[in-house]
């Protein structure tokens, strides 16, 4: 069974700090989603990475897809209050066509 | 364009009743997957439907079921229920390489 697990679990950090969250395969992934959801609402997508080695930005958020696609990181640059919220990585996996979800970071931003 | 969308938003049920959980995916899509998510949990998945046919379904008693209708509208049937089987029920849609959510149905079983 492919897993995805993120690290860390948790995190609780200061307005202003940066911060990188992880998500890793046992497998290679075709492609690869973060969204963020938060409390009583569903999950929004924010990105889509699909090449090995690729970086994608949004705003303040740092998105890296690793080069033998295995792996991605979410770094948050001068994180905000907002960010506050559960951030979690998906793939679509083949054959089975159906996505996973990994087992979530929760983030807080204390202002 | 409309988004995915769900109802009821709450749903308060007692137990050994049956729910019934709607979603409208995104026009032009025609998958749509339905997950569990307990309080402070992560997201289970359900079911998978794509173009009218149950293609995948997850580690959950048959007491849970579902259909999709041929405009891609799905149902979520939950048939005796469980006090555990209180969660947000959340259903996203797709065409390919995305999946997009809708805002949940807060389930509540008593």
């Known amino acids: 069974t492919q897993l995805l697990e993120q690290s860390p679990q948790f995190l609780s950090i200061q307005e202003g700090e940066n911060l990188t969250v992880y998500c890793n395969s046992s497998s290679v992934f075709s492609s690869l989603q973060w969204y963020r959801q938060e409390p009583g609402e569903g999950p929004v997508l924010l990105v889509t990475?699909?090449?090995?080695?690729e970086v994608k930005k949004l705003k303040r958020l740092t998105f890296q897809f690793g080069d033998a696609r295995k792996d991605s990181s979410l770094h948050i640059t001068a994180a905000q209050p907002g960010d506050t919220g559960l951030y979690l990585c998906a793939q679509l996996t083949g054959g089975t066509y159906k996505y996973i979800f990994g087992t979530g970071t929760r983030l807080k931003v204390l202002a | 364009e409309a988004g995915v969308t769900q109802s009821p938003t709450h749903l308060i049920k007692t137990r050994g009743q049956q729910a019934t959980l709607r979603c409208s995916p995104i026009s032009g899509h025609t998958s749509v997957y339905w997950y569990q998510q307990a309080l402070g949990l992560g997201l289970q998945f359900l079911l998978w439907?794509?173009?009218?046919?149950?293609?995948n379904r997850g580690n959950f008693p048959p007491r849970f079921s579902g259909r999709q209708f041929p405009n891609y509208s799905s149902e979520l049937n939950v048939n005796a229920l469980e006090l555990e089987d209180s969660a947000l029920y959340l259903c996203a849609s797709s065409s390919g390489l995305e999946a997009f959510f809708g805002q949940g149905t807060r389930l509540t079983v008593v």
């Open positions: 990475v699909v090449t090995g080695g």
């Open positions: 439907y794509d173009e009218g046919e149950e293609r």
